[in-house]
T-cell receptor
Framework: NAGVTQTPKFQVLKTGQSMTLQCAQD?????MYWYRQDPGMGLRLIYY???????DKGEVPNGYNVSRLNKREFSLRLESAAPSQTSVYFC???????????????FGPGTRLTVL | RKEVEQDPGPFNVPEGATVAFNCTYSNSASQSFFWYRQDCRKEPKLLMSVYSSGNEDGRFTAQLNRASQYISLLIRDSKLSDSATYLCVVIVEASGGSYIPTFGRGTSLIVHP
């Protein structure tokens, strides 16, 4: 099992460009998440999908859109990148959105994005 | 005020020491609690779930105090390899029946020889 995979690993964009970050999991998990991590800020939830067919905003959704393409895949799109979106982006998945048994999240290796 | 607060540290301790971290949360609807470990420039990985009655895994002990709204992590006999950032995570039941995970900013631990 590959677990959670993310592509690309690194990306440099110019202000105003768009891009999509891809995430896939092979653990048959129901819930998937996108976070950003900035120095001194910890992980902040951008969007999440509690189950296939649903998506909800997290703490910092502005400037982003998501698509839960199927149970395995959850993509994050930046329509018009801004320097403030320079960050490390992590995708995660969990069996269920809650509970000690199902709420454990498994993370991908991250995408390091720089917006110039 | 952030919903989940941690002392950022760093906690600088010698090998063999015992060290404890606390994490406070503000939402009484918090439902599940976890500790994750994150090494520099890597993804977070689950260290322990936190059970209501407390739980232990080798040198690590996690406790939950619902009355005072905090969780704790105790590391005994610290190893050099324990050097990392420790993140607490609280899952909160939000309006509409959704469940939202919220991370603390992390506590940095440095174990030195």
């Amino acid at each position: 099992n590959a677990g959670v995979t993310q592509t690309p690993k690194f990306q440099v964009l110019k202000t105003g460009q768009s891009m999509t970050l891809q995430c896939a999991q092979d653990m048959n998990h129901n819930s998937m998440y996108w976070y950003r991590q900035d120095p001194g800020m910890g992980l902040r939830l951008i969007y999440y999908s509690a189950s296939e067919g649903t998506t909800d905003k997290g703490e910092v959704p502005n400037g982003y859109n998501v698509s839960r393409l199927n149970k395995r895949e959850f993509s994050l799109r930046l329509e018009s990148a801004a320097p403030s979106q320079t960050s490390v982006y992590f995708c995660a998945s969990s069996k269920q959105p809650r509970g000690l048994a199902g709420g454990e999240q498994f993370f991908g290796p991250g995408t390091r994005l720089t917006v110039l | 005020r952030k919903e989940v607060e941690q002392d950022p540290g760093p906690f600088n301790v010698p090998e063999g020491a015992t060290v404890a971290f606390n994490c406070t949360y503000s939402n009484s609807a918090s439902q599940s609690f976890f500790w994750y470990r994150q090494d520099c420039r890597k993804e977070p990985k689950l260290l322990m779930s936190v059970y209501s009655s407390g739980n232990e895994d080798g040198r690590f002990t996690a406790q939950l105090n619902r009355a005072s709204q905090y969780i704790s992590l105790l590391i005994r006999d610290s190893k050099l390899s324990d050097s990392a950032t420790y993140l607490c995570v609280v899952i909160v039941e939000a309006s509409g029946g959704s469940y939202i995970p919220t991370f603390g900013r992390g506590t940095s631990l440095i174990v030195h020889p």
